[in-house]
Each structure stands twice: as structure tokens, then as C-alpha cells.
Nanobody
């Protein structure tokens, strides 16, 4: 099992940037595909981005493509989400997830508690 703890959220103006981090515990992190999901106010939870265990494959939601970048450092057991050109509609609780692959919530077995990102207009 892998336990996940997110950090890096905060308040930023539209057009700004934030980098989220997800620190993992457990010996099998390097074998886990990882992803980020988010849930905005009054919205359903949605897929944001995913990265394969090796970092060789990534996938993004259309809404963030070209603005967000997912990466990982297996030696540090950390996954990152670099978010640029942020928009008010990016406001959400961002979750780090692992243990699966795909764009659906049920594809993943491990979830962090989330970190809040708020983008002001």
C-alpha cells in the first residue's frame, strides 16, 4: 500500500502558477501509476492528469492540456503537478491518486486527502 499526502495548494490570481506535490510512503511507489483528480465547488470529481510508473507516458484532461504538467521523481517518492495560466474554473480540491490507470475514479485504489487550490479573477 502507498499513502499519499498532497501539498502546495493555495490562493493565486488568474494567470498565475502553482506547483502541487504529492509525497508517497511505501516501498512500491515506483511501481505505481499516479494521477491527479479535482473536485470544484458544486461539481463532480474529475480527472486532471496521469503519469505511468516510469514517467514515460502521460495523459491530460482536455481542459488542462497545454497548461498543466504532471511529473514524478521516483527516488523522492513524489509526484508533481505544475499548473500554469490558472483560471478561476481551476478552483478545486486537488487529489493525488495511485494504484491504477485511466480517467475514472474507480480506476485508482489509493487517495490522498486533497489540497485546496483557489484561483481569483
Amino acid at each position: 500500500q502507498v499513502q499519499l499526502v498532497e501539498s502546495g495548494g493555495g490562493l493565486v490570481q488568474a494567470g498565475g502558477s502553482l506547483r502541487l506535490s504529492c509525497a508517497a510512503s511505501g516501498r512500491t511507489f515506483s511501481a505505481y501509476n499516479m494521477a491527479w483528480f479535482r473536485q470544484g465547488p458544486g461539481k463532480e470529481r474529475e480527472f486532471v492528469a496521469a503519469i505511468s510508473w516510469s514517467g514515460g507516458s502521460t495523459n491530460y484532461a482536455d481542459s488542462v492540456k497545454g497548461r498543466f504538467t504532471i511529473s514524478r521523481a521516483n527516488a523522492k517518492k513524489t509526484v508533481y503537478l505544475q499548473m500554469n495560466m490558472l483560471k478561476p474554473e481551476d478552483t478545486a480540491l486537488y487529489y493525488c491518486v495511485g494504484g491504477g490507470w485511466g480517467t475514472a475514479q474507480y480506476d485508482y485504489t489509493n487517495w490522498g486527502q486533497g489540497t485546496q487550490v483557489t484561483v481569483s479573477s
